[in-house]
């Protein structure tokens, strides 16, 4: 299983994943061209990939739905309510072969099954994914709103995860956004911070290989606060990666007996 963060954060956020033959996307937040110079430099043509997978609405998320779609002719696969949203707040454009599914759903592609988990973020309809090629799981769980009932069981099945890890709660609380944008961050609806992720690897067992940290914010944290906040509740226990918003990221392989 081959895993490239291509950018994440609230600049915009997609994710290559190749498992069992089959090359998949999830979200489109970047647009058609940085995706494909972005795969090419990994070695990837973007028209190889079978089929674009939306997790909710957000513009970080789907604002290169229709461009890559139609550019790249790659089904998208989303939710009727999470597209009706998107089109509301973004320019889609015709949108010429959509799949629908229902949040909690399992999509499969040939051997490649892909769970769909209900998450709490303030979206319509959003959803975290679990790829799963029958040896191994990987979690793509951002934007989740807090750590709800069942996360860290969820996560206690993966071999690899790309968490979110968005802020830190002391550069959140003296930063200069203002207080309401504070509360909907931290609140139920919003994103959890470094130390909530740090707490949920904690108890997610001994299964996982490898954890990326993701959709880090701009103003509110670093890739150093992030990862030494993992550190001091993670040791050396974990390999851990962090998910750049500036370009790609390639984050590891994943296979039997294998990490680099």
């Given at each position: 299983?081959?895993?490239?963060?291509?950018?994440?954060?609230?600049?915009?956020?997609?994710?290559?994943?190749?498992?069992?033959?089959?090359?998949?996307?999830?979200?489109?937040?970047?647009?058609?061209?940085t995706a494909q110079q972005r795969l090419q430099g990994c070695g990837v043509d973007i028209r190889t990939v079978k089929a674009l997978l939306i997790s909710h609405d957000h513009g970080d998320h789907v604002r290169g739905m229709?461009?890559?779609?139609?550019?790249?002719?790659?089904?998208?696969?989303?939710?009727?309510?999470?597209?009706?949203?998107?089109?509301?707040?973004?320019?889609?454009?015709?949108?010429?072969?959509?799949?629908?599914?229902?949040?909690?759903?399992?999509?499969?592609?040939?051997?490649?099954?892909?769970?769909?988990?209900?998450?709490?973020?303030?979206?319509?309809?959003?959803?975290?994914?679990?790829?799963?090629?029958?040896?191994?799981?990987?979690?793509?769980?951002?934007?989740?709103?807090?750590?709800?009932?069942?996360?860290?069981?969820?996560?206690?099945?993966?071999?690899?995860?790309?968490?979110?890890?968005?802020?830190?709660?002391?550069?959140?609380?003296?930063?200069?956004?203002?207080?309401?944008?504070?509360?909907?961050?931290?609140?139920?609806?919003?994103?959890?911070?470094?130390?909530?992720?740090?707490?949920?690897?904690?108890?997610?067992?001994?299964?996982?290989?490898?954890?990326?940290?993701?959709?880090?914010?701009?103003?509110?944290?670093?890739?150093?606060?992030?990862?030494?906040?993992?550190?001091?509740?993670?040791?050396?226990?974990?390999?851990?990666?962090?998910?750049?918003?500036?370009?790609?990221?390639?984050?590891?392989r994943v296979a039997e007996q294998m990490l680099f």
């Amino acid at each position: 299983m081959r895993v490239i963060a291509l950018q994440s954060g609230s600049n915009g956020n997609c994710i290559f994943v190749e498992a069992a033959g089959v090359r998949l996307l999830f979200d489109a937040g970047i647009s058609g061209m940085t995706a494909q110079q972005r795969l090419q430099g990994c070695g990837v043509d973007i028209r190889t990939v079978k089929a674009l997978l939306i997790s909710h609405d957000h513009g970080d998320h789907v604002r290169g739905m229709g461009v890559v779609h139609r550019q790249y002719k790659i089904p998208i696969h989303i939710t009727p309510s999470t597209l009706a949203a998107a089109s509301r707040f973004n320019r889609m454009g015709k949108l010429k072969d959509i799949r629908h599914f229902e949040a909690g759903a399992t999509l499969r592609f040939d051997a490649l099954a892909i769970e769909t988990i209900r998450t709490p973020h303030d979206a319509v309809d959003g959803v975290g994914f679990v790829i799963d090629d029958g040896q191994t799981r990987l979690g793509i769980l951002t934007d989740l709103g807090h750590v709800f009932a069942g996360l860290a069981e969820v996560v206690s099945t993966l071999d690899a995860v790309i968490i979110e890890s968005n802020y830190d709660p002391q550069m959140l609380a003296k930063s200069s956004y203002p207080e309401p944008l504070k509360q909907r961050i931290r609140g139920p609806g919003g994103h959890i911070s470094n130390i909530e992720s740090a707490e949920l690897l904690a108890e997610s067992g001994k299964r996982l290989r490898w954890a990326c940290l993701a959709h880090l914010s701009e103003h509110n944290n670093t890739p150093d606060v992030a990862r030494a906040t993992h550190e001091r509740v993670l040791g050396d226990s974990l390999p851990l990666f962090v998910a750049s918003r500036y370009g790609a990221t390639e984050v590891g392989r994943v296979a039997e007996q294998m990490l680099f």
